[in-house]
């Protein structure tokens, strides 16, 4: 059993950046692929980002260049530093942990109870 807390999220404007974290418990986070996706109003659960247990990171076109991922296995935590940020990025951010890397939400069994990010324009 892996519980996840996200937090970093808040209200701001286009251009700024915020950092995102999410804390997990258990002593085998390091096993897991960790990802992180978003849901804005009336859309579907959307991938943003993952990094595997052996560090190989993949992103959603669309954040490339402005979202980064990354992990410290001793702190049990993952992180998503996102910059650059534009109005469309609004959403709930989720953090997931699962067994593979992928961009389907059906192969991540654990998942935060997510956190808000509002980007003005």
């Known amino acids: 059993q892996v519980q996840l807390v996200e937090s970093g999220g808040g209200l701001v404007q286009a251009g700024d950046s915020l950092r995102l974290s999410c804390a997990a418990s258990g002593r085998t986070f390091s096993v897991y692929t960790m990802g992180w996706f978003r849901q804005a109003p009336g859309k579907d659960r959307e991938f943003v980002a993952a990094?595997?247990?052996?560090?190989?990171?993949d992103l959603l076109d669309s954040v490339k260049g402005r979202f980064t991922i990354s992990r410290v296995n001793a702190k049990n935590t993952v992180y998503l530093q996102m910059d650059s940020l534009k109005p469309e990025d609004t959403a709930v951010y989720y953090c997931?942990?699962?067994?593979?890397?992928?961009?389907?939400?059906?192969?991540?069994?654990?998942w935060g109870q997510g956190t808000q990010v509002t980007v003005s324009s």
């Open positions: 990094i595997s247990r052996n560090w190989i990171t």
């Open positions: 997931a942990a699962g067994g593979i890397t992928t961009r389907s939400s059906a192969g991540y069994a654990y």
